[in-house]
């Protein structure tokens, strides 16, 4: 595991306003992510901000260490009803969260309120946390997984948490009674849109128990491209990769057509 630079704040906010269709607020207990996977857009934005860190991503995390004395203080303003996402610029259980607990006191905090709360995820780590999602009455976790291919993680997001992990991570959710969808998200162009990789993915959501997958585009494009595409070509030589790629159209038929066949619901 590379060397993450980790420095501790004080944040002033924690619960932000937010326009997207997903949530009404969004929480991020850290800055920065040790994951740092390629694909990710939130250097971009900073890039396009002004603000440091962008080149560096992945190589620091800010530890927003009063995260959970500033969301006890906010929730007392907020609507009972309001909609709350955890990890919309962050992994709020990245490897640092260990040390810390962090997401797992915002958490706690949360847990006293009846909003609904959704967490985005790829990390294995919030099974720790098993404890304090099952106070929540209306609690959903997406759990990020844009491959099932091991070798195909190690090119594109070598310092996340490996496929297993995430399998098993799902499987205890489920059977704790939690709400608990697949974020094929980004789906990897060039990589993925394989019969054999839609085929694999499907069948390894089932196999976990999925029933709801949702399906999206890499964010930025025009920003990433050109890492991304170096990073195709390395996946590419180091698999000797010949498989045959699905347009567009018929890739949404055919993984539409596989989840169907699954019992999983699909949005994409």
Same mark, same amino acid.
């Given at each position: 595991m590379r060397a993450v630079h980790v420095q501790e704040i004080r944040c002033k906010q924690l619960l932000h306003r937010t326009a997207a269709s997903f949530a009404e607020y969004t929480v991020n207990p850290y800055v920065g992510c040790g994951f740092g996977c390629s694909y990710c857009y939130v250097p971009v934005?900073?890039?396009?901000?002004?603000?440091?860190?962008?080149?560096?991503?992945?190589?620091?995390?800010?530890?927003?260490?009063n995260a959970p004395d500033v &969301? #006890?203080?906010e929730m007392l303003d907020t609507p009972r009803d309001a909609h709350i996402l955890i990890g919309s610029a962050t992994d709020p259980w990245q490897p640092v969260e260990? #040390?810390?607990? &962090?997401? $797992?006191?915002?958490?706690y905090e949360l847990s006293f309120y009846p909003n609904r709360? !959704?967490?985005? !995820? $790829?990390? +294995?780590l919030l099974l720790r946390d098993i404890d304090l999602l099952t106070r929540f009455e209306r609690v959903?976790? %997406?759990?990020s997984v844009p491959t099932v291919d091991e070798q195909v993680r190690r &090119?594109?997001? +070598?310092?996340?948490?490996?496929?297993?992990?995430?399998?098993?991570?799902? $499987? #205890?959710?489920?059977?704790?009674?939690?709400? !608990? !969808?697949?974020?094929?998200? +980004?789906?990897?162009?060039?990589?993925? %849109?394989t019969p054999d990789q839609i085929r694999q993915y499907v069948q390894t959501a089932k196999q976990a128990g999925v029933r709801e997958i949702w399906v999206g585009r890499i964010n930025y494009w %025009?920003?990433?491209?050109?890492?991304y595409k170096a990073l195709l070509r390395r996946y590419r030589a180091r698999t000797g990769w010949t498989a045959h790629l699905l347009m567009r159209e018929e890739t949404e038929q055919m993984?539409?057509?596989?989840?169907? #066949?699954?019992?999983?619901?699909? $949005?994409i």
């Open positions: 934005l900073r890039e396009r901000r002004g603000q440091e860190g962008a080149r560096s991503w992945g190589e620091w995390v800010q530890v927003k260490v &969301v #006890r203080r260990k #040390r810390y607990g &962090v997401s $797992r006191g915002v958490l709360l !959704t967490i985005l !995820t $790829r990390s +294995p959903s976790v %997406n759990v &090119v594109f997001e +070598p310092h996340a948490s490996a496929v297993a992990g995430r399998v098993e991570l799902t $499987r #205890r959710l489920l059977k704790a009674g939690i709400r !608990t !969808t697949w974020a094929w998200c +980004p789906f990897l162009p060039g990589v993925e %849109n %025009n920003a990433l491209q050109e890492r993984v539409r057509e596989e989840c169907e #066949r699954a019992g999983i619901v699909c $949005r």
